[in-house]
């Protein structure tokens, strides 16, 4: 009977053939982004040379609308998606080289005090939705999920935590839904929020990066209130990622203690594995800035750079959002995110506050 | 069968993450910039 089996044959997709299936879809990103730009440049002045009141609508928030707009009316169509995905490439890429703009004792000085604020952060963003999670009777393993998403840093904290504790799919598909829907109201209202409590740019990027769980979403929130802010919340929410190879492995520590997932072998290989290499790609290039590696005409391009793949990465934020999609995953753990996340905004609001008036940012 | 699993899982342990990629292009880029291969990057 055994022989009966058959082990189905996987063809391996060939590299040239990999990268011609991005193509579309980056070419789609460049579309929207670059559309994005070009309203903001247009409609502003068509606006003035109108004398119409508009309010000035950033290229970030373009991309997105119009990204927003394509995925839930059109839809993206097959032949773009696997390119779209590559918007977190593209993420990455603009971190590592925005940090050409950063001189290693600022990254230092802000690192230090973004450190102790994000530890903060994570203990009482895993303790508040822990205990969220049992007063709405989630199943464990989905509040975990939840906790880690919430606390570091979204969808790959969540599925780097999904495989070390042994959870379902359902699980993990819960969890991205409600951090990415969750992502999305973010860029809408914490630009409003700041502009409402007149934030200076320093504390603002603080709070973006400490309470956007998404990395392209805090990138996002920061770039709509100004350049300085999105400076800022790319660091903080750089810092948060490091600190996610240390909160999978408790995870995956305590549920190989209920027996529920297996036991972790060699730790320091574990934390190397989950570490977000471009975080130390990040500060490599920043070492290089800061011993005048780059003139600055050419830490200048570096950052126009980051710029592009910063707009491709906004314009796959929005291609990538569907709310039917997310409606579909239910109500009670996007609840659950809501409250904790409006409550985790509430905390890191009046932390940063805080810490601006102790240093007078 | 057991060859084919074990070539499989040896190239996987040297295929690179999203991350190290992305890294790789970022450095790539500014190894450019540096040379002057490119001059000016407009925005």
């Given amino acids: ?361 | 069968m057991s060859a084919e699993l074990e070539a499989g899982k040896k190239e996987s342990r040297w295929k690179l993450s999203l991350d190290t990629w992305a890294v790789l292009v970022a450095f790539l880029l500014a190894l450019l910039v540096r040379t002057g291969v490119f001059k000016h990057i407009p925005w």
């Fill in chain 1, 1 to 361: 009977m055994a022989d009966a089996i058959t082990v189905p044959q996987v063809q391996p997709v060939q590299p040239a053939m990999r990268f011609m299936r991005v193509i579309p879809g980056v070419l789609l990103l460049a579309t929207v982004g670059y559309s994005g730009k070009l309203l903001e440049q247009n409609v502003g002045a068509y606006a003035k040379a109108h004398h119409w009141t508009f309010p000035n609508i950033e290229y970030v928030l373009w991309a997105i609308i119009l990204g927003l707009v394509i995925s839930n009316t059109v839809g993206v169509p097959e032949i773009f998606r696997t390119g779209v995905a590559t918007y977190e490439f593209w993420l990455k890429a603009g971190i590592v080289l925005l940090g050409a703009r950063f001189l290693l004792g600022d990254i230092l000085k802000l690192g230090g005090v973004s450190l102790v604020l994000v530890a903060i952060e994570i203990t009482g963003a895993i303790a508040f939705m822990t205990f969220l999670g049992r007063v709405f009777h989630l199943k464990p393993k989905l509040t975990s999920l939840l906790a880690v998403g919430s606390a570091v840093c979204g969808v790959s904290a969540i599925i780097a935590t999904k495989g070390a504790i042994e959870a379902d799919d359902e699980d993990s598909s819960f969890s991205i839904a409600a951090i990415l829907a969750l992502g999305a109201l973010a860029l809408f209202t914490f630009p409003v929020i700041g502009h409402f409590l007149h934030l200076s740019d320093r504390v603002y990027g603080l709070w973006a990066g400490l309470a956007v769980d998404n990395t392209a979403e805090a990138t996002a929130a920061g770039a709509l209130y100004s350049d300085a802010a999105a400076k800022l919340a790319v660091l903080v929410k750089s810092t948060r990622n490091a600190m996610i190879g240390f909160v999978v492995l408790a995870y995956a520590i305590y549920w190989a203690s209920q027996g529920q997932a297996k036991s972790v072998g060699n730790k320091a290989a574990f934390l190397w594995q989950k570490f977000p290499k471009f975080v130390l790609g990040f500060l490599m290039i920043s070492v290089l800035a800061t011993y005048h590696f780059f003139n600055k005409e050419q830490v200048g391009a570096l950052a126009n750079l980051s710029r592009w793949a910063f707009l491709l990465t906004f314009a796959g934020v929005g291609l990538r959002t569907n709310f039917s999609d997310m409606r579909k995953q239910g109500l009670r753990p996007f609840a659950v995110g809501a409250i904790g996340e409006v409550v985790i905004a509430g905390f890191t609001l009046v932390l940063v506050c805080g810490a601006g008036i102790l240093f007078g940012w």
